[in-house]
């Protein structure tokens, strides 16, 4: 298996905006579905956010609807996770993942198959 790079990470007040990337092989083509996930410690990893390569029918947590933007630039083989108004429950390793055949994205963990190594975000208070 392929993996992901994800990028980003660090320390932010609680109310301040970061945004998390992933460079994504180009053996990931375009009938694929892009996502990120976030595990807090002593969690389990949970889906945030998840989008078809094309862009289209992005989907999110509830958690985080209106705060977070996925989003990606297939030109240079990012995908992007905005992160706004930050709180400090957002604080987690964030990984960035993919699955090919499917535009069909959900937030299931066990339906992607190609993984980065995560980075951490802090927010505090």
């Known amino acids: 298996q392929v993996r992901l790079v994800e990028s980003g990470g660090g320390s932010v007040q609680a109310g301040e905006s970061l945004r998390l990337s992933c460079a994504v092989p180009e053996y990931i083509g375009s009938y694929s579905c892009m996502a990120w996930f976030l595990q807090a410690p002593g969690k389990e990893r949970e889906g945030v956010a998840a989008v078809a390569k094309d862009g289209r029918d992005p989907s999110y947590a509830d958690s985080v609807k209106g705060r977070f933007t996925i989003s990606q630039d297939n030109a240079k083989n990012t995908l992007y996770l905005q992160m706004s108004s930050a709180k400090p429950e957002d604080s987690a390793m964030y990984y960035c993942?993919?699955?090919?055949?499917?535009?069909?994205?959900?937030?299931?963990?066990?339906?992607?198959?190609?993984w980065g190594q995560g980075t951490q975000v802090t927010v505090s208070s």
């Open positions: 993942a993919a699955r090919v055949g499917t535009r069909r994205c959900t937030l299931r963990q066990s339906d992607y198959n190609y």
